[in-house]
Nanobody
Framework: QVHLVESGGGLVQAGGSLRLSCAAS????????MGWFRHPPGKERESVATINRSGSSTFYTNSVKGRFTISRDNAKKTVTLQMNSLKSDDTAVYYC???????????????WGQGTQVTVSS
């Protein structure tokens, strides 16, 4: 089991950038594939990006491909999401979670933290 804390959200203008961080407490962090998910207002939660245990492979949903980059630092037990060229459609609460090892499936395992709010204005 891991305990995750998301941070880095905020208010940004369209076209701007934000960098989200996810800090894990478990010493077994490196044994989990990880992912970022988001919950836009009035919509269901959706997958954003996933990364394998070592950080050598990543997978992105089509709507963020080329704009977002997921990475991890197993020594620091953190996962980051660099978000560039932000759009109003990116407005959501963003969460991180362990995911199933087939990262292209983008299936979360939990547990969930409180998330961090990203608001993109235009």
């Amino acid at each position: 089991q891991v305990h995750l804390v998301e941070s880095g959200g905020g208010l940004v203008q369209a076209g701007g950038s934000l960098r989200l961080s996810c800090a894990a407490s478990s010493p077994t962090f490196s044994t989990y594939a990880m992912g970022w998910f988001r919950h836009p207002p009035g919509k269901e939660r959706e997958s954003v990006a996933t990364i394998n245990r070592s950080g050598s492979s990543t997978f992105y949903t089509n709507s963020v491909k080329g704009r977002f980059t997921i990475s991890r630092d197993n020594a620091k037990k953190t996962v980051t999401l660099q978000m560039n060229s932000l759009k109003s459609d990116d407005t959501a609460v963003y969460y991180c979670s362990a995911v199933e090892d087939l990262i292209a499936a983008m299936r979360p395992l939990g547990p969930w933290g409180q998330g961090t709010q990203v608001t993109v204005s235009s």
